[in-house]
């Protein structure tokens, strides 16, 4: 899965004013008639949710828009440039990648983030018109457009995210509360990406997510922690899935690992809400699952703990139901404001001419091709 790209964006440069002057039959000294030139393309970046990955980003990093036309005698105007637009996933996350600075959050199919701005055509001479001067020369150059390198990251929107260690069950459990099919395997690290599934609720569906295993040191990036775990950074709520059985590791030392991990990556993290989801209790005996109840309810604190099996379905039904509701209660994310990259026109006084004599008429002025 490509979360994570750099790319660079060119926005197109205006095009240059035209200096002419008007040239009719029986009007010998037509006055100035030099267009305005054309703006520059802007890129666009737009959130699509037909859109999953960046991988469209990967093996081209360069992206220009085209530039705007020159201005043309009879007061023409340059044509302007066509907007160039980019689709990325919903959920990206647009940075500067120069300075670091966020300049927008693309969170809601359809939003647009305008990264670069086409440059202002320039002014044609008729602009330059006055009573003093009814013949002026002055043409203006089309103002350049805007570069700018941009770290693109997404964070993938779901309701509920599934964290835990490898070979848990939550890729197990996301395929028995949702369509989604995981690749499920008896070993670790079967799941290399994220996965989503949509629960169909009673009233309302929601978003899962499960992210692949994490490991000590995940927030360190051990294992591509880092990776996996911004793709819970906008969950609302968060099931830890634990393995109950015993088999793979303890499941109160398991606990303490991944609430550890969950501090050292965001503190914000720790102040989500968090379930705890105990898996493959079908392999327990009667006496062994009381046990375990005893010593995870211990640990567990004010936190929810449900026991599952997301193998035969045991347990699932009261956890989907009170997940529904939850959601109903808690607060949906903000998205952040979208910020746009624009520059200000400002005084120029740089102009560029040039010159031509024609000795069947008045002196006509062009623009260099």
């Known amino acids: 899965m490509i979360d994570q790209v750099r790319i660079v964006v060119r926005s197109g440069q205006g095009g240059a004013g035209s200096c002419s002057f008007r040239r009719e039959k029986f009007i010998p000294q037509g006055g100035p008639d030099g267009g305005d030139g054309g703006r520059g393309g802007d890129v666009v970046l737009e959130a699509d949710a037909d859109y999953n990955t960046l991988i469209d980003f990967r093996h081209k990093r360069l992206f220009r828009a085209k530039n705007g036309g020159h201005g043309m005698g009879r007061n023409r105007t340059g044509a302007s440039a066509e907007t160039l637009l980019l689709k990325v996933p919903v959920g990206t996350m647009v940075f500067d990648e120069e300075t670091g600075t966020i300049l927008g959050d693309l969170t809601l199919a359809g939003q647009q983030l305008v990264v670069a701005k ?28 805007q570069e700018l ?23 197990t459990t996301i395929a028995a509360c949702t369509r989604a099919r995981p690749k499920i395997a008896d070993y670790p690290f079967t799941t290399l990406e994220p996965n989503l599934g949509v629960v169909r609720g009673d009233d309302t569906d929601f978003v899962m997510a499960d992210i692949p295993g994490l490991i000590e040191g995940a927030a360190e990036g051990a294992g591509l922690g880092h990776r996996f775990l911004r ?38 993290l720790a102040e989500r809400p968090r379930w705890l989801v105990i898996n493959k209790i079908d392999t327990l005996a009667e006496n062994a699952r009381a046990d375990l ?14 026991f599952i099996s997301a193998a035969t379905g045991e347990g ?54």
């Open 316 to 369: 699932l039904r009261p956890l989907l139901l009170d997940i529904e509701k939850a959601l109903g209660e808690l607060e949906p994310p903000v998205p952040l404001t979208t910020i746009s990259q624009r520059s200000e026109r400002g005084e120029r006084e740089d102009f560029e001419e040039q010159s031509e004599e024609d000795d069947d008429g008045p002196e006509v002025i062009w623009v260099r091709e």
């Open 293 to 306: 109840r005893v010593q995870v309810e211990a640990e567990a604190g004010n936190r929810p703990v449900y």
């Open 118 to 145: 086409g440059g202002d055509g320039g002014r044609g001479n008729a602009r330059f018109s006055s009573s003093t001067n009814r013949a002026p020369r002055r043409f203006e150059e089309g103002w350049p457009g």
């Open 149 to 171: 390198s941009l770290r693109l990251e997404l964070k993938m929107l779901a309701d509920v995210g599934l964290v835990g260690m490898p070979n848990a069950g939550k890729s």
């Open 231 to 268: 793709h819970v950074e906008r969950t609302r709520l968060l099931l830890h899935v634990v393995d109950g059985s015993g088999f793979e590791s303890d499941p109160i030392a398991a606990i303490g690992v991944i609430e550890q991990e969950l501090h050292a990556y965001a503190p914000e």
